[in-house]
């Protein structure tokens, strides 16, 4: 089987890659690190993450999804561990209750991003478990029907969701396939958590994984990670491009003004970047960039993936870590092949977020 176990150094390069693919959200590179510290001080030793190729599962376990639900400022200071392993726990039990029972084997991200990536890592480190080469988006969304899980095809419901002292909810849907409420109900619940909580569900098995999720994407987060952490590497971009990565930047500048607000479990708002040439580029965002701007004209949309570092050290940016005054580095990444399965109707998923900024034109997509 193609299973390899990943260091404590290679966790980190996927932290890193995976911050940057979640293009402004998927939760800070920050947020993941401090759950690694954390789990180390609680399990000292070696560190052996089992990572298992998507075409290897036992076609009949399941994989499911674990992630943290809320605005990215207010989980950002917290210790997450018990919000996501209460959640995990409750759908694992919810799961062996269903008629046929459902036995969780793996763990599988829901999206990338330095925080989110991380917390389905925590869930096979804690429960000796692997972890899947593949999540349910291939960048991070703002919600669960702007996941590929749910644009795809596949079931949202059941759901469990759980805080940090183990209140817990489960969520069950007459439509398994209801997003829109579930996302509705699930931050009804995650605001009465005090804006965060532990989320699992989206329960999967391999033929699903294979057929309609993005595989392969920890790997790529990894090869990433490795290029931003490399000290003599400081065209991130152009070294991105170089292994494969279809990638290229916008532009390097500084960041004059930041603009947020948080709502109903939602950071909203806009960053202002002067480039070196004195052109202004604006990034819209709803935790997660949804369009970038040049001189007011829009250049690109999503689900193409609006991305951001600091140019010194190759730091992956999340909207919630950009502050005034900061030196930028503004650039793109191509989406996953797997969003363009059903292209219309994964634009009209995004159409309320962007309309939600002001843009209500078609999708300007990712080009050379």
């Given at each position: 089987m193609?299973?390899?176990?990943?260091?404590?150094?290679?966790?980190?390069?996927?932290?890193?890659?995976?911050?940057?693919?979640?293009?402004?959200?998927?939760?800070?590179?920050?947020?993941?690190?401090?759950?690694?510290?954390?789990?180390?001080?609680?399990?000292?030793?070696?560190?052996?993450?089992?990572?298992?190729?998507?075409?290897?599962?036992?076609?009949?376990?399941?994989?499911?999804?674990?992630?943290?639900?809320?605005?990215?400022?207010?989980?950002?200071?917290?210790?997450?561990?018990?919000?996501a392993t209460?959640?995990?726990?409750?759908?694992?039990?919810?799961?062996?209750?269903?008629?046929?029972?459902?036995?969780?084997k793996?763990?599988?991200?829901?999206?990338?991003?330095?925080?989110?990536?991380?917390?389905?890592?925590?869930?096979?480190?804690?429960?000796?478990?692997?972890?899947?080469?593949?999540?349910?988006?291939?960048?991070?969304?703002?919600?669960?029907?702007?996941?590929?899980?749910?644009?795809?095809?596949?079931?949202?419901s059941?759901?469990?969701?759980?805080d940090?002292?183990?209140?817990?909810?489960?969520?069950?849907?007459?439509?398994?396939?209801?997003?829109?409420?579930?996302?509705?109900?699930g931050?009804?619940?995650?605001?009465?958590?005090?804006?965060m909580?532990?989320?699992?569900?989206?329960?999967?098995?391999?033929?699903?994984?294979?057929?309609?999720?993005?595989?392969?994407?920890?790997?790529?987060?990894?090869?990433?990670?490795?290029?931003?952490?490399?000290?003599?590497?400081?065209?991130?971009?152009?070294?991105?491009?170089?292994?494969?990565?279809?990638c290229?930047?916008?532009?390097?500048g500084?960041?004059?003004?930041?603009e947020?607000?948080?709502?109903?479990?939602?950071?909203?708002?806009?960053?202002?970047?002067?480039?070196?040439?004195?052109?202004?580029?604006?990034?819209?965002?709803?935790?997660?960039?949804?369009?970038?701007?040049?001189?007011?004209?829009?250049?690109?949309?999503?689900?193409?993936?609006i991305?951001?570092?600091?140019?010194?050290?190759?730091?992956?940016?999340?909207?919630?870590?950009?502050?005034?005054?900061?030196?930028?580095?503004?650039?793109?990444?191509?989406?996953?092949?797997?969003?363009?399965?059903?292209?219309?109707?994964?634009?009209d998923?995004?159409?309320p977020?962007l309309?939600?900024?002001?843009?209500?034109?078609?999708r300007?997509?990712?080009?050379?």
């Amino acid at each position: 089987m193609a299973r390899r176990d990943m260091n404590e150094s290679q966790i980190i390069d996927v932290i890193w890659g995976a911050t940057l693919l979640g293009g402004g959200g998927g939760g800070s590179l920050k947020n993941g690190m401090d759950l690694l510290n954390k789990y180390k001080e609680d399990h000292p030793g070696k560190i052996n993450l089992n990572l298992l190729e998507c075409s290897d599962l036992d076609p009949f376990n399941y994989a499911a999804v674990t992630a943290g639900m809320g605005a990215p400022k207010a989980i950002k200071d917290v210790d997450f561990s018990a919000y996501a392993t209460n959640a995990y726990n409750a759908l694992s039990d919810l799961a062996m209750k269903l008629d046929p029972p459902r036995r969780l084997k793996y763990s599988i991200a829901v999206e990338m991003g330095g925080f989110n990536t991380f917390v389905p890592m925590l869930i096979s480190l804690v429960n000796d478990i692997p972890f899947i080469d593949a999540d349910g988006a291939g960048r991070a969304v703002p919600a669960l029907n702007t996941l590929l899980l749910h644009i795809n095809g596949l079931d949202t419901s059941p759901l469990a969701m759980a805080d940090g002292k183990n209140n817990r909810v489960t969520i069950e849907m007459a439509n398994t396939k209801d997003a829109e409420l579930a996302e509705e109900i699930g931050r009804h619940i995650c605001m009465a958590f005090s804006m965060m909580s532990g989320l699992s569900g989206w329960m999967v098995r391999r033929d699903e994984i294979e057929k309609y999720l993005p595989c392969g994407t920890v790997t790529l987060a990894e090869k990433i990670g490795k290029v931003l952490r490399a000290a003599n590497t400081k065209d991130k971009f152009a070294e991105l491009k170089r292994i494969g990565v279809a990638c290229h930047p916008f532009c390097e500048g500084e960041v004059t003004k930041v603009e947020t607000i948080t709502e109903k479990g939602f950071d909203y708002g806009k960053v202002y970047i002067k480039d070196k040439a004195g052109s202004q580029w604006i990034i819209f965002f709803q935790n997660e960039n949804l369009l970038v701007t040049r001189n007011d004209l829009p250049i690109m949309t999503v689900p193409d993936i609006i991305c951001t570092y600091q140019p010194e050290s190759g730091l992956p940016l999340t909207n919630a870590d950009i502050e005034e005054k900061m030196p930028i580095a503004l650039g793109a990444i191509k989406v996953d092949k797997k969003w363009e399965m059903y292209p219309e109707k994964m634009f009209d998923m995004w159409r309320p977020f962007l309309k939600r900024v002001g843009y209500e034109k078609e999708r300007i997509p990712y080009k050379e």
